[in-house]
């Protein structure tokens, strides 16, 4: 007998039924500390996935938001610092759904003016430097910047879920 595939057995990209999801705004433009972060989600050889999907939660506020990605790999949102949680330093979960992957993947943001409460950060003390630096956003201006590195040297740190 056999059976056929399950939605999790099979390769999108379906993620045009997803991105019916009304705003990239984790909270609204013009928000107090509000502040816009970009980012480029790249495959293992530095490539852009033009099909992806990135979404952003701020787990404690219960908000988040979703970005499809641009032909050039490209996604953006507006988010806001959430408060810190379990005295570790504040952070954003992010997940990644993308072309290849069965499963989606688990990350996080942490912010780069925090340097402090990052080195107390359980979870970031934990990994070696490179390691760390895959999950602070860069300052650039006024915005934040947060490349997704899937897989390779340079890949971004994923957690289990």
């Known amino acids: 007998m056999t ?16 991105l019916t999801w009304p705003s990239n705004e984790l909270v609204a433009a013009g928000t107090s500390g509000a502040v816009e972060l970009t980012g480029l989600l790249l495959d293992g050889r530095g490539e852009p996935m033009a099909d992806g999907m990135v979404e952003v939660w701020d787990s404690a506020g219960g908000r988040w938001a979703r970005s499809g990605t641009a032909p050039e790999g490209r996604f953006s949102f507006v ?12 952070w954003l979960d992010v997940y990644v759904f993308a072309r290849g992957l069965l499963r989606h993947q688990r990350t996080r943001i942490y912010f780069p003016d925090e340097p402090e409460a990052n080195a107390a950060d359980p979870v970031l003390s934990a990994l070696d ?33």
């Open 3 to 18: 059976l056929g595939q399950t939605p999790s057995q099979t390769v999108g990209p379906f993620y045009a039924i997803g």
């Open 79 to 90: 988010v806001v610092k959430p408060d810190a949680a379990n005295g570790g330093a504040p």
């Open 129 to 161: 430097e490179r390691e760390r630096q895959t999950l602070v956003a860069r300052q650039q201006r006024a915005s934040l910047l947060f490349d997704i590195t899937m897989q390779g040297e340079a890949a971004t740190v994923f957690f289990a879920h």
